[in-house]
DNA sequence: CTGAAAGCGCTTACAG
DNA sequence: CTGAAAGCGCTTACAG
């Protein structure tokens, strides 16, 4: 197997307790034998075992990050941002996908607390109490990252969703559209759901723009979920010149299945997403829509658990700007 | 701090070695002892420390995968597979982006020796001779996926892309186009470059159609990339009818490009991609492409480094089959 | 400046 | 069936 501490003190002519020393810098040994020991270090590829030095420092350097779904873009622009902050500060990261469940979650905290990771990042939707309980027993630091939770202690990044979905829909009417419609997600879900209908609506109605509840559909937040809810919109509604997709993916949908009944997009049919995707500006028309830097997102999350992991003090959470991308989807009405 | 196997035994009145017993299954205790024992655990909420097991073990039930960059939905994709395959087996995975250059990968193949990982799954292109020789004196189990190396120790879990490609070209000339053109990679290199231009050369050539140089541009993997050479071809030859594209982005690039050009996709020009990303059925119209599995082939690697590990018994590679995807971008040339 | 020793939380012969 | 002890590869007081 590979050397140990042990050997290299042999070879060296030194204790361990030396070896240790110079490998962590720490003061305690002449020049002399400190060239001693990198000498033996290099004759012998020597690499420290972090595994025993973890057993001992109760600090693994490595975090978990949870998902919902890991292949999906958007987790993984986050998943990115999270690993690339966490690579420079010297720390890895274990990635677990919660699937849709519960279960999964519970089953991953459980996993992520034997290996005795330093902290977690939490991106899978709704932080559930068994989550939060099993989360404090661990005593590990957590972060929230695209969602937040009724506990204030634990902190979040993310977007102001009410705020972006006012301001998608505000343009929208701005450009003039007057029977503007959303596809977004469920009532019932407090991130991504409720705010931004809320957000919608209240920009329709600052702009004494009717509101109707037929004109907001659910689009479960997928590709066919928006396909689905723009055939449903346009077969009942004849008059929308406007679609506010709370999300790429469903605006893409929506964007395919206007396509598919022949209507044009912007010339008939403007767009507007939420996210802004890769797939956003590979999008036929490039899609104009609402992003939430997500990369970026991941990087501060990463760096706030950082930052508590190492002081052991609280982190404050923090509300990222969004930013509306003009594309090519959407134009005054005709 | 949490419990350990010290307190349970002190409250379960028996040693550390019965309770180690029990939490192993491991036979020698009566069934009153292991019921104390159990409800012990249960009344501290004790859990095992995997980095205290892992110490004497030499396992750590983790494994690392190395991507050139994990928010790609083609690398997302194949870690959800390696994911999913690793958790069933109990295994965690550590992910790895190693950006473009090397210096990334040497540095993450050091850290996942010290985190003592017990196997490495490896997506980064090429393998080259120095991260090969780091494996070799890791002494850790490798998989390669969606590439080969010139080390046949090492096995590898892609398709064959020399195949794959004269499938798309030999699809287009049997739909009746005889002036096809390609959009790939690099001639230099030896995976997703060369291969998918020789079967794509061979495919024309078996069919007797013309083969051209100036037909085959490197469009570098990317959307942008795409776009670029679409623009350079259709600028230079005019009478082209059907272009492959050797990756899915590329493919997009290249309906966006000509849809700015007015030219219709798939009638004056037919488009087929390579991947079948997710993107690919997104697509406006939606994508014709060669589907190579891969979250099942992340899923396999998985698979074969976990035996590989358990057994410590060489793997075989494997080819998977890939397949044509026909969606709606490729017609009849008119 | 340097080393012997204890200890991190486990597992595993060994002995009974 | 059960426990005392050694040991995994480190770090860290403590003593000199």
Redesign the pocket.
């Given at each position: 197997?590979?050397?140990?501490?042990?050997d290299v003190?042999q070879r060296a002519?030194?204790?361990?307790?030396?070896?240790?020393?110079v490998?962590?810098n720490?003061?305690?040994?002449?020049?002399?034998?400190?060239q001693k020991v990198m000498q033996a270090i290099k004759e012998l590829g020597?690499?420290?075992?972090a595994?025993?030095?973890g057993?001992?420092?109760?600090r693994t350097q490595t975090i978990g990050v949870l998902f919902p779904n890991v292949s999906s873009s958007f987790s993984s622009e986050i998943l990115h941002g999270v690993e690339e902050e966490a690579h420079k500060h010297n720390y890895s990261v274990i990635v677990c996908n919660t699937a849709e469940d519960g279960k999964r979650t519970m089953k991953y905290l459980q996993v992520l607390r034997e290996k005795q990771v330093d902290g977690i990042i939490f991106s899978s939707g709704v932080l559930k109490e068994d989550y939060y309980k099993a989360m404090q027993t661990m005593g590990t630091p957590v972060v929230l990252v695209a969602t937040k939770s009724d506990y204030d202690q634990v902190p979040y990044v993310k977007v102001d969703d009410y705020q972006a979905s006012y301001d998608a829909a505000d343009y929208l009417i701005r450009q003039g559209h007057r029977r503007v419609a959303m596809i977004g997600g469920s009532w019932l879900d407090p991130i991504a759901g409720r705010p931004r209908i809320e957000g919608f609506r209240q920009a329709l109605k600052d702009h004494g723009v009717e509101t109707r509840d037929d004109l907001i559909l659910d689009g479960g937040f997928s590709f066919e979920g928006g396909v689905a809810a723009t055939e449903r919109l346009l077969a009942s509604v004849s008059d929308v010149t406007a679609v506010f997709a709370a999300g790429d993916e469903m605006a893409i949908g929506a964007i395919s299945a206007a396509s598919r009944l022949g209507i044009s997009v912007p010339e008939q049919l403007s767009v507007i997403g939420f996210d802004n995707l890769k797939l956003a500006e590979m999008s036929n028309p490039p899609l104009t829509t609402v992003s939430q830097p997500l990369q970026e997102m991941g990087r501060l999350a990463s760096r706030k658990l950082i930052a508590m992991m190492e002081s052991g003090a609280p982190a404050d959470s923090e509300i990222v700007p969004h930013e509306l991308i003009k594309r090519r989807t959407v134009c005054p009405p005709s």
């Open positions: 197997m590979s050397a140990t501490i042990k003190a002519e030194v204790s361990v307790a030396t070896v240790s020393r490998l962590n720490l003061p305690g040994y002449s020049e002399d034998t400190k020597y690499q420290p075992n595994i025993a030095r057993l001992i420092n109760k």
